[in-house]
């Protein structure tokens, strides 16, 4: 069974500083790997995602995740952070052959001026 | 294209009253998802459809709860009768399987059962 393991429900950062939120999971099949951001009372919005390839992926608003297999991480990084970050982060893996997505349980990002 | 639409945004209804959520997925998307979110168990899968067929429903909480797909561009999701544990936002998500299975969410309906 698949599953997802974030590491830290809230983390803060100050403005300017790296941004990292942690992500572990568990696959039984090869893993499609999504982060989510979501601002308050929004809905969820695609950051990036992993499929194949290219282990090292960028996505919007500077934000990029590594997938390392040998450690079963997809941990969410961004080399400075802005305000405007402030958000919560959700970390994904493809449940199943249908595109089920398992959510960890959310990491909240605060960014201190 | 306008994304995942659903209805209504805000819903505030009595404890045995029935609910019903709306969604209409992307265009041309095969895959839909309804998902709750609560302070307390985050987000979790209810049920979803492949093509309009429902393929888990494993997530359902209880029989109060059931979810149709009637065709490629719109779901419902009913609570009959609802009860205040049911306060929660619902999410709505559709995708494409051969684009990666990305999942593209709606705004969500937030519920509150008194």
């Known amino acids: 069974a698949q599953s997802v393991t974030q590491l830290g429900s809230h983390v803060s950062v100050s403005e300017g500083a790296l941004v990292l939120l942690r992500c572990n999971y568990s696959?039984?099949?090869?893993?499609?790997l999504f982060w989510y951001v979501q601002y308050p009372n929004q809905g969820l919005q695609l950051l990036l995602k992993?499929?194949?390839?290219?282990?090292l992926v960028k996505g919007i608003n500077g934000f990029e995740a590594e997938f390392k297999k040998s450690e079963t991480s997809f941990h969410l990084t961004k080399p400075s952070a802005h305000m405007s970050d402030a958000a919560e982060y959700f970390c994904a893996v493809r449940g199943g052959s249908q595109g089920n997505l398992i959510f960890g349980k959310g990491t909240k990002l605060s960014v201190k001026p | 294209d306008a994304g995942v639409i659903q209805s209504p945004r805000h819903e505030v209804t009595e404890m045995g009253q029935e609910v019903t959520l709306r969604c209409k997925p992307i265009?041309?998307?095969?895959?839909l998802f309804w998902y709750r979110q609560t302070m307390m168990r985050g987000l979790e899968l209810l049920i979803y459809?492949?093509?309009?067929?429902?393929?888990?429903d494993s997530g359902m909480p209880e029989d109060r709860f059931s979810a149709k797909m009637p065709n490629a561009s719109f779901s419902t999701l009913k609570i009959q009768p609802s009860e205040p544990r049911d306060s929660a936002v619902y999410f709505c998500?559709?995708?494409?399987?051969?684009?990666?299975?990305?999942?593209?969410f709606g705004q969500g309906t937030r519920l509150t059962v008194v």
């Open positions: 992993y499929t194949t390839g290219a282990t």
């Open positions: 265009s041309g998307h095969n895959s």
């Open positions: 459809f492949n093509n309009n067929v429902p393929i888990d």
């Open positions: 696959s039984s099949v090869p893993p499609y």
């Open positions: 998500a559709s995708s494409l399987g051969d684009r990666g299975f990305e999942a593209f």
